[in-house]
């Protein structure tokens, strides 16, 4: 698929930037000062985590689950992501305020050049605007001091399997309820979309009873013995 850089700020309402609060995926906080279009913004790892997970396609929004720039990388390599110092289309690219455990700044690579120079999709905290373009030579260093460059996050090589869980609604909820009715567990009446009490102790009781383990919540392995 065709790299599509992300050069402006995201539609009002994606919900990649919107917080759960307020209808969205983004487990990130509020920005500040908040943008009425995107309330994960003015803030860099709303942004960020907002273009990652949706490349990714990962509604969940669980990829990297860390909501402060300075632990990010840890973080990513803790979920199993691959991390590096050489720049890649899509890759986060971290910062960190030294002798600090959160503090820092996250963009999103949205351009790579001759030489490694990389145009980024930025925001920030306290920020005049909620987006902007960031360029950097190598070897990427911030333009505020004691501002250490950590290294870049890079996307997953494979899209990843979308965990369902109690509260969660839409398209993927429907089939995987459809699956479960398929197999005795659900009424063809409870397949709405919806995963609340009654979709809940139907993965409960799949689980059990296939030797999985019993936590309710739709991951690959659960995904996977239903598609069997």
Same mark, same amino acid.
């Given at each position: 698929?065709?790299?599509?850089?992300?050069?402006?700020? @995201?539609?009002?309402?994606?919900?990649?930037?919107?917080?759960?609060?307020?209808?969205?995926?983004?487990?990130?906080?509020?920005?500040?000062?908040?943008? @009425?279009?995107?309330?994960?913004?003015?803030?860099?790892?709303?942004?960020?985590?907002? $273009?990652?997970?949706?490349?990714?396609?990962? !509604?969940?929004?669980?990829? $990297?689950?860390?909501?402060?720039?300075?632990?990010?990388?840890?973080?990513?390599?803790?979920?199993?992501?691959?991390?590096?110092?050489?720049?890649?289309?899509?890759?986060?690219?971290? &910062?960190?305020?030294?002798?600090?455990?959160?503090?820092?700044?996250?963009?999103?690579?949205?351009?790579? *050049? $001759?030489?490694?120079? #990389?145009?980024?999709?930025?925001?920030? &905290?306290?920020?005049?605007? !909620?987006? &902007?373009?960031?360029?950097?030579?190598?070897?990427?260093?911030?333009?505020?001091?004691?501002?250490?460059?950590?290294?870049? #996050?890079?996307?997953?090589?494979? !899209?990843?399997?979308?965990?369902?869980?109690?509260?969660?609604?839409?398209?993927?909820?429907?089939?995987?309820?459809?699956?479960?009715?398929?197999? *005795?567990?659900?009424?063809?009446?409870? #397949?709405?979309?919806?995963?609340?009490? $009654?979709?809940?102790?139907?993965?409960?009781?799949?689980?059990?009873?296939? *030797?999985?383990?019993?936590?309710?919540?739709? *991951? @690959?392995?659960?995904?996977?013995?239903?598609?069997?």
């Amino acid at each position: 698929m065709k790299f599509e850089p992300m050069l402006v700020k @995201p539609q009002k309402g994606d919900p990649y930037f919107t917080t759960i609060n307020n209808g969205g995926y983004s487990r990130c906080i509020e920005g500040k000062p908040v943008d @009425p279009d995107c309330n994960a913004l003015s803030n860099c790892v709303g942004l960020a985590l907002g $273009i990652f997970h949706k490349r990714a396609n990962c !509604p969940a929004f669980n990829l $990297i689950d860390a909501i402060d720039a300075g632990g990010l990388v840890e973080n990513a390599k803790a979920h199993g992501l691959r991390t590096g110092m050489t720049p890649e289309l899509g890759a986060l690219i971290v &910062w960190k305020v030294q002798e600090t455990d959160k503090k820092g700044h996250v963009a999103s690579v949205e351009e790579i *050049g $001759i030489g490694g120079e #990389i145009t980024t999709a930025e925001s920030g &905290w306290n920020a005049s605007k !909620p987006f &902007w373009q960031g360029h950097y030579k190598s070897p990427y260093k911030y333009h505020k001091e004691n501002y250490i460059f950590q290294g870049f #996050i890079y996307l997953p090589e494979t !899209p990843p399997i979308r965990a369902l869980r109690k509260g969660d609604k839409g398209a993927e909820v429907e089939l995987m309820q459809s699956r479960l009715c398929e197999r *005795g567990y659900l009424r063809k009446t409870e #397949i709405d979309g919806s995963f609340g009490r $009654i979709t809940l102790g139907a993965v409960l009781c799949f689980q059990f009873e296939h *030797g999985l383990d019993v936590d309710g919540v739709c *991951g @690959p392995k659960t995904q996977a013995a239903l598609t069997e």
